[in-house]
């Protein structure tokens, strides 16, 4: 079962559904009374970032830090740390090499949203704005730059194409895979349909039936696009710095924007870009439907509101959208160069609103900085679309802003060529060090992302971890996953308090093979006390009478001695047993024989495994399942590779797979 993960908030409501499944364990339902979760006021260094003009708008680039006045809700602040970023704005970036003694704050890189609006556009406006967000990855992006990618349509709501990150070759796939590219402006990606419904080609066009009633139609769509953006921008507040959203766009109509017999329309419009404003994320609109392209009789372009929603919230009206290479120099011109203000001050954590003003003592300067922040506030105060964006940034962010989580070690071996049921992720949890992070009841997810950023599969569960006696469990879930290269994830959430754990591994599942042998990576074991294994799944349904896989069905003669080696492994073993699995087609008498070697990362040697023994054999459906057991060499602390080759003595087929673990 698909889920497009690009579908923000329904996912999101779909995750904090209140009937999650529960995890195959009786004894994970009994709750511990947990002592509230208290915060201590704390001093910390809040970061600012400045952006300064002159009279003409070019950026000011030489200012000092005691050219700077701050005030924080009112009062005088000392400014106590100072840095400069400055890049040569007028140079592609291709023709220039990025300053490599700048000392760039991680919390405060440039951070950018394209926002494609569907429900104000036409083929056309797509299309070149596309085209314009292409160039401006192409030309203007850097390296520590951070870029998300946002569609409003008004069939589908706000979609999240792409979360921020800094792999922009990512984004750049995201854009070109939008819908509505027009044939010989744009090459058609797979999948994309010009003629899609939500695709509103007549947007500013007068559509069937009166016109009072598509002037109502018309003004519901908009207010609820009011909506939706102020309540992402409520959620963009908690990510520190400045979030510039590049919005592609007609605008709204004026004689909307400006009816004498209703201002709900106008009013939601200001309040939106107010709270844009408030959550330091400036609004740079590129008018889709420029002056000189017609429109429909009694209707009026939407520059006014596009030229509106960018002076409220600090951005820039840009008024043509095919001036694609001066709007991107204009934009780079002004988030490209600008200053970050520190200063330290009692944080309390009472969701309370800072306003910050920034002041320059050399005549003539503009200054452009975030108006302000919100302290932090406890987790249960936090309203649904805050929790929802908070779950989302800590499943899909590389770099999560609301809080640094705990990794878990996690591995994702596939098993089968069939596509029921050809994945396990497994996840080691000690059980002490997850206690200091999850303080009570924990809601579990685990879903698996495909090279499209589509959740192909997902599991979920809650658990209370102080209700274990055990040290360590091993949480796993068993998934069905369409060949290619997917990235696993699984997320715990303390209820309560908001802190996560997360593990993430990348698998790539291969094609079906033809007649001969296939290898599947191996499940490696260690000596330790039985282990307890925890399966994540989604309730049976009523009338299935299929027994639900196990992680013992799947591995065969899991000792009850040994436990799985997820990650890394104490210095000095000498035997490494393994579970292997075997596809076999077409060979009706089999003769295997494994062989192995290491591969030390440190130093490239290959170290052989000679001496390696089949203890248990058993096959099940085509599957041959074996225990073999490897013996180590005194190994040297570090990261290893193991490389495994079963080779069929009768027909002289191989097949190899590997599994990277550390010594410790």
Request: aromatic share 10%; proline share 5%.
């Amino acid at each position: 079962m698909k889920k497009n993960i690009f579908l923000f908030f329904l996912l999101l409501a779909f995750f904090l559904h209140p009937c999650l499944h529960e995890l195959s364990s009786g004894s994970l339902q009994v709750k511990v009374d947990q002592e509230e979760l208290k915060h201590e006021v704390v001093v910390v260094l809040k970061l600012v970032q400045v952006y300064v003009t002159d009279k003409k708008g070019s950026p000011v680039t030489n200012l000092e830090k005691f050219d700077f006045t701050l005030y924080d809700s009112g009062k005088l602040q000392t400014v106590t740390d100072f840095e400069r970023h400055i890049f040569k704005p007028e140079k592609e970036l291709k023709d220039t090499q990025p300053d490599r003694t700048r000392k760039t704050s991680p919390m405060l890189n440039r951070k950018f949203f394209f926002l494609l609006d569907y429900s104000r556009n036409d083929v056309f406006g797509v299309t070149k704005s596309k085209n314009a967000a292409l160039h401006f990855i192409d030309t203007k992006l850097q390296p520590t730059d951070e870029v998300g990618v946002l569609s409003y349509s008004r069939m589908k709501g706000l979609i999240l194409h792409e979360y921020l990150t800094t792999d922009h070759q990512k984004v750049r796939k995201a854009v070109k895979k939008m819908r509505g590219t027009l044939k010989g402006e744009e090459e058609e990606s797979e999948g994309t349909d010009p003629g899609e419904s939500y695709l509103e080609s007549g947007a500013l066009v007068e559509a069937s039936g009166s016109a009072a009633e598509e002037r109502r139609f018309e003004k519901v769509r908009a207010q609820e696009f009011t909506k939706i953006i102020r309540e992402f921008a409520k959620s963009l507040r908690y990510i520190p710095g400045n979030k510039n959203i590049i919005l592609f766009s007609a605008g709204l109509s004026s004689s909307l924007m400006y009816d004498r017999y209703d201002s709900t329309l106008r009013e939601l419009f200001e309040d939106m870009s107010k709270e844009l404003a408030s959550s330091s994320t400036p609004v740079y609109t590129v008018n889709t439907y420029p002056l000189g392209r017609a429109l429909a009789k009694g209707r009026r372009g939407g520059d006014d509101s596009l030229r509106f929603l960018s002076d409220l919230s600090g951005g820039k009206y840009f008024n043509n959208v095919a001036h694609y290479e001066s709007n991107a120099r204009a934009i780079q011109n002004i988030t490209g160069n600008y200053y970050v203000l520190g200063y330290y001050i009692d944080e309390k954590w009472d969701g309370k609103y800072h306003e910050i003003k920034v002041k320059v003592q050399r005549k003539g300067c503009k200054v452009y900085a975030q108006g302000g922040f919100f302290n932090p506030k406890p987790f249960t105060e936090f309203s649904e679309v805050e929790k929802r964006f908070h779950l989302f940034d800590l499943a899909m962010s590389e770099n999560p802003q609301f809080q640094v989580p705990y990794i878990l070690p996690s591995v994702a071996l596939p098993f089968s060529e069939k596509q029921e049921s050809n994945l396990v992720m497994l996840s080691e949890i000690s059980i002490d060090k997850i206690k200091e992070v999850m303080k009570g009841e924990t809601e579990v997810l685990s879903f698996n992302l495909d090279e499209e950023n589509t959740i192909a599969n997902y599991s979920e569960g809650k658990i209370n971890f102080y209700t274990l006696p055990q040290k360590k469990i091993y949480l796993y879930s068993i998934s069905s996953l369409s060949p290619g290269k997917h990235e696993c994830r699984l997320v715990l959430r303390d209820i309560k308090t908001g802190k996560g754990a997360v593990a993430s591994s990348p698998v790539v599942i291969p094609e079906a093979s033809g007649p001969g042998i296939k290898l599947f990576p191996p499940l490696l074991l260690i000596p330790e006390k039985q282990a307890v294994y925890l399966k994540l799944s989604r309730d049976q349904k009523k009338g299935t009478e299929k027994k639900s896989l196990s992680l013992k069905d799947i591995y065969s003669f899991l000792p009850n001695n040994f436990s799985p080696l997820v990650e890394e492994v104490d210095r000095g073993i000498l035997k490494l047993p393994a579970v292997l699995r075997l596809s076999i087609v077409d060979i009706q008498e089999c003769d295997i024989e494994i062989a192995a070697h290491l591969i030390n990362h440190s130093s490239n040697k290959k170290i052989p495994l000679p001496n390696s023994s089949i203890l248990y054999s058993e096959n099940k459906e085509g599957i041959e399942v074996l225990l073999v057991e490897f013996r180590l060499p005194e190994l040297e602390p570090g990261k290893y590779t193991m490389e495994i080759i079963a080779e069929e003595m009768t027909t002289k087929t191989k097949s190899h797979t590997t599994r990277t673990f550390k010594i410790r």
